[in-house]
């Protein structure tokens, strides 16, 4: 099933939610900052007791859960919460993902020192992770609300941190509730490091469920033309 979608207004406001997104990018910076500390072993200690005082400061009044999928202000959908694009989510780079003319998806990128893995560069289990996301960024970019089935990976060539890359994905084919997708990071030459094809499927409790999480047009007819809420319409 999948989850009730909400208006900001039920959760939280917009000012609270962009004090949200400066304390995780705060987390973001302190992760790095713990990523390549070289301060003395007494000084790691004290900040750590700084640390648990800020975590229990922050668990003082806990949510049910993470931010979830809904309507900002503007009307459009987000996910403030995503582990990949979610600029509340301090474990987000966070990808901002564009359209390009085609049809696909771009995105500039830079991993961090904390994404490594092999010797120097990043590891490819957090490549394959922004791939996913911009492979499924790129299937709902053609207008199919889909979760991926199959992600298959080619790394060609190791993925340095610290540097500007760029991610970029488009639909190949579709048919039915399958939609199949590639993309690539590459170097800003065009020298591409890792490349992804993947297979995603729109659920079947999905079918009649657009890519702003609202019900299409198509099943609205057919379910007799009754309007949509406007800033809400979970999915049924
Ligand atoms: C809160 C509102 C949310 C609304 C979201 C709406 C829109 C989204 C819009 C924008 C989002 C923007 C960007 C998205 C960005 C990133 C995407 C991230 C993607 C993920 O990070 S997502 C997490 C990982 N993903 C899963 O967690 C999937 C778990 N899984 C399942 O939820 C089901 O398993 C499912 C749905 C895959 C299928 O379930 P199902 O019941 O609908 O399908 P069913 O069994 O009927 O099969 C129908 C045909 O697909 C074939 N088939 C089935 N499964 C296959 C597989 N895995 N591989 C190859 N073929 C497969 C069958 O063989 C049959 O083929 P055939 O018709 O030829 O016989």
Redesign the pocket.
């Known amino acids: 099933m999948?989850?009730?979608?909400v208006t900001p207004q039920e959760s939280d406001g917009e000012v609270r939610l962009a004090a949200l997104a400066v304390l995780a990018q705060q987390a973001r910076d302190l992760v790095d900052a713990v990523t390549l500390t070289d301060v003395p072993e007494d000084e790691l200690t004290a900040v750590t007791a700084e640390l648990v005082a800020l975590t229990e400061r922050l668990g003082a009044v806990r949510r049910e859960g993470p931010l979830?999928?809904e309507f900002g202000p503007d009307g459009r959908?987000r996910h403030l919460g995503n582990a990949?694009v979610g600029d509340c989510n301090p474990h987000a780079l966070p990808l901002v993902v564009g359209r390009t003319a085609e049809g696909g998806v771009r995105a500039d990128l830079a991993f961090r020192p904390s994404h490594v893995g092999p010797p120097g560069s990043v590891h490819g289990g957090v490549s394959a992770m922004i791939l996913?996301?911009l492979?499924?960024?790129a299937?709902?970019a053609a207008g199919k609300?889909?979760?991926?089935?199959?992600l298959s990976l080619k790394y060609r060539r190791p993925v340095p941190y610290g540097v500007p890359l760029l991610g970029a994905a488009a639909v190949s084919r579709s048919e039915?509730?399958?939609t199949w997708a590639e993309g690539a990071i590459s170097l800003p030459d065009g020298t591409a490091l890792v490349e992804a094809t993947g297979?995603?499927?729109?659920?079947?409790?999905?079918v009649g469920?657009?890519?702003?999480?609202r019900e299409t047009a198509e099943a609205r007819a057919a379910d007799g033309g009754d309007p949509v809420e406007g800033g809400r319409s979970g999915?049924r």
Do not use: C, S
């Open positions: 999948m989850p009730e979608l979830r999928h959908f990949v996913d996301h492979l499924g960024e299937v709902a609300a889909a979760m991926t089935g199959t039915g509730r399958k297979l995603f499927i729109t659920p079947a409790q999905w469920i657009g890519t702003d999480g999915p």
